[in-house]
């Protein structure tokens, strides 16, 4: 593996902020990489040994951003390292290992500077509960979840003793509210959620922010690597056909652009006083407004149901106007927003 530009080669100029991206390759990741260089950040781009930089490296020269490789060489047609540099690094968030030698290749480049951490590589899941395995749950939870932990435990020492950080996690709509067949994929958003949450209030006084992105809808080509399970129990297959027939074509329709969730990412890293959560997609907020003023959970057991089997039946319908009107844009997007596979 490559090594990182050595300090004296490539260390970011005084006031530059250091920023390390994981799952950079495509999607949100690229789109957030290019943003944070855009806004003169030096950008540490993380992917896997196997995943080509080629989009990333055009994509932030048509953004006018200088881009160079981790040993310090710069691509073909690309300025020279300056502010706003992007660095690729090459970092497996599945192993720990592979995540505690790249950060601290940064740290080692930029004499133990850290700024920004974006946790956002990932990857999709839509599947019934009986129909993915205890492996497939412990797969995405290890990339889901303890990929962004392992990223926040090699880069929260540096900011602790810098009294200054931002650790911006991606998560989702589905982290929030468990839509029918996000089980696992869920399961792994409800956790960052729930760290991020207990750690928000640890650190704060350090001046170290902890802050959540919750996309929905995102085009973004995850979906080509999600993990789809195909054989749920033949009395849930209606509801799992009405959920793809109706409602995946739905999210697909009601899909912001990466460069848009971006938007957001940059947000939550430059106000001055950032909020916990940032939900990228406004619509989504009545869905979930649901979930917290109806203590006995009816209004978001409504919303959920009507995902798998319309909104007849009768009952006690206490859903928001915009789920009980069929909007599309009430509905999460699939894989959360577009988190990249496995990057």
Known sequence: MASPPSPSSAAPTAGAPVAIVSGANSGIGLAACVALASAGHIVYAGMRAGASADALLAAVAAAAGPATNADGTTDAGLSSPSVGAVHVLRMDVGADASVTAAVASVLAATADR??????????????????????????????????????????????????????????????????????????????????????????????????????????????????????PPTDIKPAWDTFLSTKMPAMAAAAQTADECAAYILRAVTDPSPALRYMTHPSQGALLRAKVTDLDGAGAAAALLSMVQGPAGGGDDRRPAEAQHGTDAAVPGESGGGVEGLD
């Open 114 to 231: 850290v700024d920004v951490v974006v946790a956002n590589a990932g990857y999709g899941a839509i599947a019934n509960v009986e129909d993915a395995s205890v492996a497939d749950f412990e797969a995405i939870l290890n990339v889901n979840f303890l990929g962004a932990l392992r990223l926040v435990k090699a880069a929260l020492p540096s900011m602790r003793r810098r009294r200054s950080g931002r650790v911006v996690g991606i998560s989702s709509v589905v982290g929030l509210l468990g839509w029918p067949f996000y089980g696992p994929y869920s399961a792994s958003k409800f956790a960052m959620e729930g760290l991020w949450e207990s750690c928000f209030s640890e650190y704060k006084g350090l001046d170290v922010h902890f802050v959540l992105v919750e996309p929905g809808p995102v085009r973004t080509g995850v979906a080509s690597r999600a993990f789809i399970g195909r054989s």
